[in-house]
């Protein structure tokens, strides 16, 4: 994992690309991610779903707290699953919780899924 510099400017608004996961194939657990993050107004996370290798994107607002991501998809039998990953965001860097799937009745810990690929700082 590494902290790079790659600003972006449209129409007065600043993006810098602050952080990318050397390998976001790879499971995730919960951890924290630090950074200054003390100039920015917004962060943008870019994840990676699992084993889809499908990428989105999020932006979450400063100083919130235990803001979770939610993706629904269905598996081969056509069930939907919900998955949840818990992001808060603070002047001191990107807190990740662990992500957690369930179909309705069960629950489970799913690191290989909703992966932080990319965080920016968004500023206006």
Not at 82 to 103: D, K, L
Not at 105 to 110: A, C, L, V
């Amino acid at each position: 994992m590494s902290v790079i510099g790659s600003p972006l400017t449209l129409g007065g608004v600043s993006v810098d690309l602050l952080w990318t996961n050397s390998d976001p194939s790879a499971s995730f657990a919960a951890q924290t991610v630090a950074l200054d993050l003390s100039g920015y107004s917004m962060v943008m996370i870019t994840f990676v779903w699992g084993s889809a290798g499908e990428w989105f994107t999020q932006v979450f607002e400063m100083d919130h707290k235990s803001i979770a991501f939610r993706a629904d998809r269905a598996n081969s039998g056509g069930r939907l699953y919900n998955c949840i990953r818990p992001v808060t965001t603070s002047s001191t860097g990107v807190v990740f919780g662990a992500a957690t799937e369930g179909n309705g009745s069960s629950t489970s810990t799913t690191n290989g899924n909703i992966i932080p690929a990319k965080i920016y700082g968004v500023k206006f």
